[in-house]
């Protein structure tokens, strides 16, 4: 079967870095998303990785290692409004969105 | 811009009856999508259309009904609710031709099935 793991919660203080993991076991990979989720409020795009490495965009950055199945998205410089889910999101070989159950992350001032 | 819309916000409907969720889109995207989601559980698609006149099943597409018949709009039925059928629904839209396909998300329609 398909499947994408990720912490269920993270903990994190104001202006700190944080690192949420990624595994995934698909049949075939076509890509890997981030999305950003507030609470009560529609998932929105974050990130993209198809190949290999490290993706930088502001304070965000994404990566992945396909050979581990593993991807990590690193916030830095946490501000307040960071508290949201961040869900892991995988094309499989038919290029269907597989979604992670997502990782609720809690900003403590 | 608008983007994607859904309605209604949120609504309230009694069991055994019928009901249908709008998804607008004003984007000209090709591909759009039904995801539920429920607490604990990742955004699991219900159907999906690639280009209007075509649509496929997706993970749990048991007690659903889609139709696309033009670009911009893609409904979501539920014939007979059922009160599993409580969730919050949200409808998508991407473009197959972009450099990521990714999927731009509408507000959500939080559906309660008593």
């Known amino acids: 079967g398909q499947n994408i793991d990720q912490p269920t919660e993270m903990t994190a203080t104001e202006g700190a870095i944080v690192q949420i993991n990624c595994t995934y076991q698909t049949s075939g990979f076509n890509g890997l998303f981030w999305y950003q989720q507030h609470a009560g409020e529609a998932p929105t795009f974050l990130s993209y990785?198809?190949l290999d490495g490290l993706e930088e965009k502001g304070r965000f950055s994404s990566f992945l290692s396909r050979s581990k199945g593993y991807s990590y998205l690193l916030l830095k410089e946490l501000q307040m409004k960071d508290s949201a889910s961040y869900l892991c999101a995988v094309t499989d070989s038919n290029y269907q969105l597989i979604w992670g159950a997502g990782t609720k992350l809690i900003i403590k001032p | 811009t608008a983007g994607i819309t859904q309605a209604p916000t949120s609504q309230i409907l009694a069991a055994g009856r019928s009901m249908t969720l709008r998804c607008t889109q004003d984007?000209?995207?090709?591909?759009m999508y039904w995801y539920r989601q429920d607490l604990g559980l990742g955004l699991r698609l219900i159907h999906y259309s690639n280009t209007a006149g075509t649509t496929g099943k997706g993970e749990v597409p048991d007690g659903y009904s889609v139709s696309r018949a033009n670009t911009d709009d893609f409904p979501l039925t539920l014939a007979s609710a059922v009160p599993s059928q409580t969730s919050v629904y949200f409808c998508?839209?991407?473009?197959?031709?972009?450099?990521?396909?990714?999927?731009?998300f509408g507000p959500g329609t939080r559906l309660t099935v008593l």
């Open positions: 990785n198809v």
């Open positions: 984007m000209r995207h090709n591909a």
């Open positions: 998508a839209s991407s473009d197959p031709a972009g450099d990521h396909n990714e999927q731009f």
